[in-house]
């Protein structure tokens, strides 16, 4: 593990790559081309003489390092519609989705519910300029903008209301009933590329915010994204948030899970027991997404955020015909359709899978839950030379499902020749060797990951599995050089997973159950099927007795990930590992080069960088 400190021009990648890439391979990969098809080369930095598949572990006690931060530490500061929860979204090459809240969250009996706010007593207004001394600019996000110098923006307001039933959490023996703050959301347009400006939001008649200060990201090389998961709202969150700020890459990709408010009953009362299975998803506390939105304002506020639901988003109101959605969907709008604001809940009874809802059948036919047309739930954007897209691994994704066929046309839309890197994201994974996770969502990766190997996916982020695994190239379980990497980021700051598949804890007796009975494989929870039984793909192994060619990094701890794209050709990804001190260090450090004069062929070429001036060239995996 190397600290940024021991790292040799710390996190400027541009400047390295002369020194970072082998020059054998640079001399291969010439100038910055891209063809139909590529091979997508790894080149890892020597770490002393680890090998190139490594595993770290880490102890109980620090797996369950991570205690919850008080509400109280997080309260609303100022008058009651003072701004705060403030975040941006990138919605375009150049503007920003600008999201707060004013006024806010509550929580009551039913018998004395809070009051839902008015959404339009309070105005959306954002100022700003490129001086933070002159806010020259008024962008206002409703209909009643009459002044001449005030820019009117897309834009949605919103409130909304979860109760839930006496069993669910009880307040003096009536059923708990929460209201939420006013939710804007401004698109702010017409801004510069890499350019920072100074904004505050809120009104005159109701206070502004702080100014605060936002880079948008930039459109040329190089680019960095920061990608997390799981994160929830822990002290180890809290160094985490640090360290990302302190990083400052161009965005964040989260991929999912963020305050697990659904760990918790409508009254706040911690799920245990029996109960806390049965009820998962079905209750949660929904002043958590409030005081999260405040804990994560100075990140998020700074470095634009782009983000996928999780499971733990769902949260199903099962007295509203179990929607689900409702607080991410209010809060994190993403740009499907940059001229509307979507914050709509989604009608899951439609196409999921679940026999827990009354009169509901456990499988949905394709028929049914293809049509179904949700909200908020997949979306792309272009940045310079990225494209990054978002999908949803508990909506309809057959390949007649409506998420499925937006994908392809998104995908044929695009021109390599300008976009050079794509980059997806969604929550459950793919690839993972831990027990929990293992071949979770084989129904969706069946319908999914031909076409991200057939439109030359460069890399996809999962979260889900609370800890950290990193695939070379892959495609259908084979070490591939025309597929992409895969990337479980999930060890954000909740609790972690310690169980791998292929090695026996004498202290967690499950993974030994798991390799030698198939029974013991759970398919995903909460997701559309496809067929009247869950899905396992049995072409490839169910286990492995060491760490599979498919995995080249796993480990176990606290973490975000880096992907600094220096160039057309050039990407280095590393983990940021979470350290005792409370600071980061570096723990796995690749540059992945694109060889588009090789085109395709159906192996991956991996190597240790040479030492300077030799000729060594890079070492062939044996792949099968």
Not at 146 to 165: G, P, Q
Not at 200 to 222: A, C, I, R
Not at 298 to 303: M, T, W
């Amino acid at each position: 593990i190397v600290t940024p400190e021991e790292s040799r021009n710390g996190s400027n990648p541009a400047a390295l790559v002369p020194d970072r890439v082998p020059r054998a391979v640079l001399g291969r990969v010439g100038a910055a081309r891209h063809l139909a098809s590529r091979d997508l080369l790894l080149i890892e930095y020597p770490v002393g003489n680890a090998p190139l598949n490594r595993t770290i572990f880490v102890s109980e006690e620090e797996a369950s390092r991570n205690a919850r931060i008080p509400l109280s530490d997080l309260p609303h500061v100022g008058t009651e519609f003072s701004p705060d929860q403030i975040h941006v979204t990138p919605w375009s090459e150049t503007s920003v989705l600008v999201s707060w809240a004013t006024g806010e969250g509550r929580v009551g009996p039913v018998g004395n519910a809070p009051k839902a706010y008015d959404p339009s007593m309070v105005p959306s207004i954002v100022r700003y300029g490129t001086s933070k001394y002159f806010l020259d600019t008024i962008v206002y996000g409703d209909d009643k903008a009459t002044r001449m110098d005030v820019k009117k923006s897309v834009c949605a307001k919103t409130v909304y209301s979860y109760e839930y039933n006496i069993l669910s959490g009880a307040i003096d023996g009536e059923p708990s009933v929460y209201q939420s703050p006013i939710l804007h959301h401004v698109v702010v347009d017409g801004l510069n590329p890499g350019q920072t400006y100074y904004y505050k939001v809120g009104s005159l008649s109701y206070g502004w915010s702080d100014t605060l200060e936002l880079k948008m990201p930039k459109n040329q090389y190089p680019i960095s994204v920061g990608v997390w998961a799981d994160t929830s709202m822990t002290y180890n969150t809290t160094q985490l948030r640090d360290a990302l700020i302190d990083y400052g890459p161009d965005m964040i990709l989260v991929a999912g899970d963020f305050c697990y408010a659904d760990k918790f009953l409508g009254n706040g009362t911690a799920k245990k027991g029996a109960y806390k299975k049965e009820a998962d998803q079905f209750t949660s506390y929904q002043p958590y997404w409030d005081s999260y939105g405040r804990f994560l304002q100075p990140l998020l506020s700074k470095i634009p955020v782009l983000a996928v639901s999780g499971n733990h988003e769902l949260e199903s109101l099962t007295l509203r015909n179990n929607l689900t959605n409702l607080s991410f969907n209010s809060r994190f709008p993403m740009p499907r359709d940059a001229d509307i604001v979507n914050v709509a809940a989604n009608n899951a009874p439609l196409y999921w899978d679940q026999s827990l809802f009354p009169g509901q059948t456990a499988f949905v036919p394709p028929e049914v839950s293809n049509s179904v047309v949700t909200n908020n739930t997949y979306f792309s954007v272009d940045i310079g030379p990225l494209h990054i897209v978002g999908l949803n691994t508990y909506v309809p994704y057959g390949n007649g499902s409506e998420m499925y066929k937006w994908f392809v046309k998104d995908m044929t839309s695009l021109d390599r020749e300008t976009t050079h890197w794509i980059i997806v994201m969604f929550h459950a994974p793919y690839y993972s060797t831990f027990v929990e996770h293992y071949k979770e969502v084989q129904l969706m990766q069946k319908y999914f990951e031909p076409l991200f190997f057939e439109y030359q996916v460069d890399f996809v982020f999962h979260g889900h599995a609370h800890g950290y695994d990193r695939s070379p190239p892959v495609f259908n379980f084979k070490p591939n050089s025309c597929g992409p990497v895969y990337a479980t980021v999930g060890g954000g700051g909740v609790d972690l997973d310690i169980e791998y598949v292929d090695i026996l804890r004498p202290d967690k007796p499950k993974t030994a159950k798991f390799c030698s009975n198939i029974s013991y494989w759970e398919p995903a929870e909460y997701q559309p099927n496809y067929e009247p039984e869950p899905f396992l793909n049995t072409e490839t192994p169910f286990c492995f007795e060491t760490q599979a060619p498919w995995s080249n990094f796993r480990a176990q701890g606290y973490a975000f990930g880096m992907l600094d794209i220096v160039n057309a050709t050039h990407a280095e990804w590393k983990i940021n590992w979470l350290q005792d001190s409370g600071t980061t260090a570096y723990a796995d450090r690749v540059m992945f080069a694109k060889n588009p004069q090789n085109g395709c062929n159906d192996k991956v070429i991996m190597g240790v960088d040479p030492a300077p001036n030799s000729d060594a060239k890079p070492i062939p995996l044996n792949a099968p």
